[in-house]
T-cell receptor, first 119, second 115 residues
Framework: GAGVSQTPSNKVTEKGKYVELRCDPI?????LYWYRQSLGQGPEFLIY????????DSGLPNDRFFAVRPEGSVSTLKIQRTERGDSAVYLC?????????????????FGQGTRLTVV | AQSVTQPDIHITVSEGASLELRCNYS??????LFWYVQSPGQGLQLLLK??????LVQGIKGFEAEFKRSQSSFNLRKPSVHWSDAAEYFC?????????????FGSGTRLSIRP
């Protein structure tokens, strides 16, 4: 598609439920990132994928959070036993991996986000 | 650990006035620096980035930023703001050597424009 697509745009769930958030990156982008943005804060890194593998998952807050990217394209962020503190906007971004070092075409393009509300 | 500080939570400037948003970073090696803008209901958009070379970087929408290693700063500037510039601005640092490494964001500066 033309941009990074995230679905759903809004999700309201009850405390303790399981949720899945989907990200469809820009076609051909091999790097995919998940961020979480709480109200009044900057985006907080969660995890990034290079192809199918999680190259860095150091930002996942605990083992209730998990993300997959089985075919190196679409990614799903999964949250188990949701808590009210998980309420935030979850952002996905993708970029082109050009090897070691940064270059001019490594801009990360962000989706509109999924607003998750846990009640 | 890498970090970014944006000391101004909220700034208000008059339309047509000049703008400077402050950003300080903490990073052990050569930093890769970014400014993003987020408008209400919009996704994050990259304004400009610094990887190496000329320390004065030009971006979109008339913005520029200057990398000052001695001050660990990467301030964003615009000579004359427009009402449409009202948004949240985030400074960020790339935290690795790979082009796909994670980006660490500051907490943001909200810009309001006075008519």
């Amino acid at each position: 598609g033309a941009g990074v697509s995230q679905t759903p745009s809004n999700k309201v769930t009850e405390k303790g439920k399981y949720v899945e958030l989907r990200c469809d990156p820009i076609s051909g982008h091999t790097a995919l990132y998940w961020y979480r943005q709480s109200l009044g804060q900057g985006p907080e890194f969660l995890i990034y994928f290079q192809g199918t593998g999680a190259a860095d998952d150091s930002g996942l807050p605990n083992d209730r959070f998990f993300a997959v990217r089985p075919e190196g394209s679409v990614s799903t962020l999964k949250i188990q036993r949701t808590e009210r503190g998980d309420s935030a906007v979850y952002l996905c971004a993708s970029s082109m991996y050009t090897g070691t070092g940064y270059s001019g075409n490594t801009e990360a393009f962000f989706g509109q986000g999924t607003r998750l509300t846990v009640v | 650990a890498q970090s970014v500080t944006q000391p101004d939570i909220h700034i208000t400037v008059s339309e047509g006035a000049s703008l400077e948003l402050r950003c300080n970073y903490s990073y052990g090696a050569t930093p890769y620096l970014f400014w993003y803008v987020q408008s209400p209901g919009q996704g994050l958009q990259l304004l400009l980035k610094y990887f190496s070379g000329d320390t004065l970087v030009q971006g979109i929408k008339g913005f520029e930023a200057e990398f000052k290693r001695s001050q660990s700063s990467f301030n964003l500037r615009k000579p004359s703001v427009h009402w449409s510039d009202a948004a949240e601005y985030f400074c960020a640092v790339g935290s690795g050597y790979s082009s796909a490494s994670k980006i660490i964001f500051g907490s943001g500066t909200r810009l309001s424009i006075r008519p």
